[in-house]
């Protein structure tokens, strides 16, 4: 007799044992504690209902830029040709998009996957600390000397921690 697909037994994951483990444990803490339990299903659920609309955006967007953000796009604005250019685009782009780092990771690994430069995408990295939603409170705390100086001083040094990047970094 000849073993098929559906007799081979599947071994489990690691994320589905972890599922079960946590599983298990809840049903044993709920034996001894219920309310403690529910009360942590509900914080569960009400952090789960304010992580979806993030992660749904972080898609959209994922999906938006591997829609218009081909290949031959990235090396042209952003690749080893873009020159000043690209340093431009670089710049405004970061202190231009919003949202946590947890969006603009992948959208960066993907962009180096398709030719941007490291300098760039550093630079990029390096100047979203000047964010032009925080600079009226910036201004109003520190004064807008320090905010037009310390604006000028990120951007420029992001420029030079890109240079110097990219020739520790050579692939």
Known sequence: MTNT?????????????????????????AIFNQKAVVQALNYFRNILLEVIPVLALVFVILFLSNLFLKPERIRQYLGRDSGLLGWFYAIIGSIVI???PYIIYPMLGEMQKHGARNALIAAILYNRNVKIHFLPAMVYYFGLRYTVVLSVFIIVFSILNGKILELLVER
Request: glycine share 8%; net charge positive.
């Open 5 to 29: 697909k559906s007799d081979v037994p599947r071994k489990l994951s690691g994320r589905v044992k972890f599922l079960l483990v946590m599983i298990a444990v809840y049903a044993a803490a």
């Open 98 to 100: 919003t949202g946590p």
